[in-house]
């Protein structure tokens, strides 16, 4: 394992290997894969993007009755995975998950690009659509109604924030002994622990 894992803050670390692959990945280096449990137990993954990361935990934004909005809702812990295949990188996150204040919705919401906030409103996401043709009625009629001006938020559109307990970085090495370093936080900081390959 080499030192350069071995370091203070973790979320420096993930900036760092955040901005290598934003030069190496052809797209979305942001690209994670988030994991949460139904009410029944059973896992559901799928990739989201990550619009966000500091002290507090990782961000992202969606619509709150989608299948990962109401399995957040009511069993708020969540996974992620980010996966950077032109770095041999792997970050894997587990933590506890809150909504975002409505502020910091309302401020990422309107920096979208306008059809994506009419989306936003024409999409119930997760619910059983007839047609495509629905779905395109719904954004004309959206469209319509705003038409001018300022698009509010909708009220079931807003970010959820995982707070991380525990962080791993995995990086390839020759004849798959990996390096992987796990950060496990520890009242007002991080313990770490090498872990076998």
Not at 62 to 72: A, M, P, Y
Not at 123 to 137: F, G, V, W
Request: with cysteine; hydrophobic share 35%; net charge neutral.
């Amino acid at each position: 394992m080499q030192d350069d894992l071995i370091v203070a803050d973790p979320y420096a670390l993930f900036g760092s290997w955040l901005d290598e692959a934003g030069k190496s990945e052809p797209n979305d280096a942001n690209a994670m894969s988030l994991a949460t449990v139904d009410g029944d137990g059973m896992p559901s993954v799928r990739v989201v993007l990550l619009k966000d990361f500091d002290e507090r935990g990782f961000v992202f934004y969606t619509n709150t009755e989608s299948d990962k909005g109401r399995q957040l809702l009511g069993h708020p812990k969540a996974a992620l995975c980010f996966h950077w295949k032109s770095l041999r990188r792997q970050v894997r996150v587990w933590g506890d998950t809150s909504l975002v204040s409505a502020g910091e919705a309302d401020e990422y919401y309107h920096s979208r690009p306008r059809g994506s906030q009419i989306g936003a409103w024409a999409s119930q996401q997760s619910r059983p659509l007839d047609s495509r043709a629905t779905l395109e009625r719904r954004v004309a009629d959206f469209t319509a109604q705003y038409g001018v001006g300022e698009i509010p938020r909708p009220d079931h559109w807003t970010g959820f924030r995982i707070a991380p307990r525990r962080i791993e970085f995995w990086r390839d090495r020759e004849f798959r002994l990996h390096d992987r370093m796990v950060y496990t936080r520890a009242n007002a900081g991080w313990t770490t622990e090498r872990l076998y390959p």
